[in-house]
C-alpha cells in the first residue's frame, strides 16, 4: 500500500521561505515521478510543480515559476518543495502526488497526501 505523506506546512509571512517535505513509501520510490499541487480556498486544484524519477527533469506551474525548487532524495523517499518569496497568492493545501510511472504528465498522479496547509500572513 503506497502512502504519501507531507510536511512542513504552516503560518508564515510574507517574503519568507519554506520548504515543505513529502515522504513516499510502498513502492521503490525511486522508479517514479513525484509532483506538487495546491488548492486555494474556494479554488480548483493547482499544478505547482512535477520532477522526473531520477531528478534530473522538472516543471512548474506559471505562478511558481522562478520561486519554488522542487527536489528530491531518493535514498531517503523524499521530494521537497523549498518555496521562497511566498506570497498571500500561495495561500493553500500543499498537496504530494506519486505520478504512475518515471516521467510526469498530466493525469498521471496516482497516490496522493492528505496535504499541508500553508499560510501566508500580510
Known amino acids: 500500500q503506497v502512502q504519501v505523506v507531507e510536511s512542513g506546512g504552516g503560518l508564515v509571512q510574507v517574503g519568507d521561505s519554506v520548504r515543505l517535505t513529502c515522504v513516499a513509501s510502498?513502492?521503490?520510490?525511486?522508479?517514479?515521478?513525484m509532483g506538487w499541487f495546491r488548492q486555494a480556498p474556494g479554488k480548483e486544484r493547482e499544478f505547482v510543480a512535477a520532477?522526473?524519477?531520477?531528478?534530473?527533469?522538472?516543471k512548474y506551474g506559471a505562478s511558481v515559476k522562478g520561486r519554488f525548487t522542487i527536489s528530491r532524495d531518493n535514498a531517503k523517499n523524499t521530494v521537497y518543495l523549498q518555496m521562497n518569496d511566498v506570497q498571500p497568492e500561495d495561500t493553500a493545501v500543499y498537496y504530494c502526488?506519486?505520478?504512475?510511472?518515471?516521467?510526469?504528465?498530466?493525469?498521471?498522479?496516482?497516490?496522493w497526501g492528505k496535504g499541508t496547509m500553508v499560510t501566508v500572513s500580510s
Open positions: 520532477i522526473t524519477w531520477d531528478g534530473v527533469s522538472w
Open positions: 502526488t506519486s505520478y504512475n510511472g518515471g516521467y510526469y504528465y498530466e493525469g498521471g498522479m496516482e497516490h
Open positions: 510502498g513502492r521503490t520510490f525511486g522508479r517514479y515521478a
